[in-house]
């Protein structure tokens, strides 16, 4: 396995932009759409983002969503409250 690589660890190659997609995504209830409508850009952009984030990782968007809020690099807002 390649260095930044780790299963379930975010890579260092990851944008603020891709995590800040994927704490939208949590925040829109699992909704691409809605997702790219937060973060103001296209759905098949916020698509390609959460690819990313995948490839990257080896981990399922929803493993990235469980990973992150445990580890508290995926800070959800309107989660923040809770």
Not at 13 to 21: C, E, I, K, S, Y
Not at 30 to 39: D, N, R, T
Not at 58 to 63: A, D, F, I, N
Request: net charge positive; proline share 6%.
């Amino acid at each position: 396995m390649r260095a930044g690589y780790l299963r379930g660890v975010p890579s260092r190659l990851a944008t603020p932009r891709q995590l800040d997609v994927l704490a939208a995504y949590v925040a829109a209830g699992g909704s691409v759409p809605e997702a790219a409508e937060l973060v103001g850009i296209r759905p098949s952009t916020a698509k390609r983002h959460l690819a990313d984030l995948r490839a990257r990782s080896g981990l399922t968007t929803e493993q990235l969503i469980y990973v992150g809020r445990a580890a508290g690099w995926l800070v959800v807002p309107s989660l923040e409250s809770l």
